[in-house]
Nanobody
Framework: QVQLVESGGGLVEAGGSLRLTCTASQSTLGFHYTGWYRQAPGKQRELVAV??????IVYADSVKGRFTISRDAKSTVYLQMTSLMPEDTAVYYC??????????WGRGTQVTVSS
């Protein structure tokens, strides 16, 4: 069982920046993918950015050019968010997926962007 803990959320003005951090209790290196999803009030959870072994990265169109995902050798995953907009307001969840039986989620961190 892998525990994922997010941190770094908060309240920021439009145009500002935040960096989210996801710390894993065990190595997630080699997992099918690790990354970030988000869920805004009244909306479904959506992909923000995920990365696969070998450096393959997928970003949602809405965040391309503004958000950057990265990770270190200890399986900590980061999401650098810049030029934040009110529509980025959501709970951001860290995820690590290996297969249907090993699909892990954190509890989320709130990001609120004021206009």
């Amino acid at each position: 069982q892998v525990q994922l803990v997010e941190s770094g959320g908060g309240l920021v003005e439009a145009g500002g920046s935040l960096r989210l951090t996801c710390t894993a209790s065990q190595s997630t290196l080699g997992f099918h993918y690790t990354g970030w999803y988000r869920q805004a009030p009244g909306k479904q959870r959506e992909l923000v950015a995920v990365m696969r072994p070998g450096g393959n990265i997928v970003y949602a169109d809405s965040v391309k050019g503004r958000f950057t995902i990265s990770r270190d050798a200890k399986s900590t995953v980061y999401l650098q968010m810049t030029s934040l907009m009110p529509e980025d307001t959501a709970v951001y969840y860290c995820t690590a997926y290996q297969d249907e039986m090993r699909n892990y989620w954190g509890r989320g961190t709130q990001v609120t962007v004021s206009s």
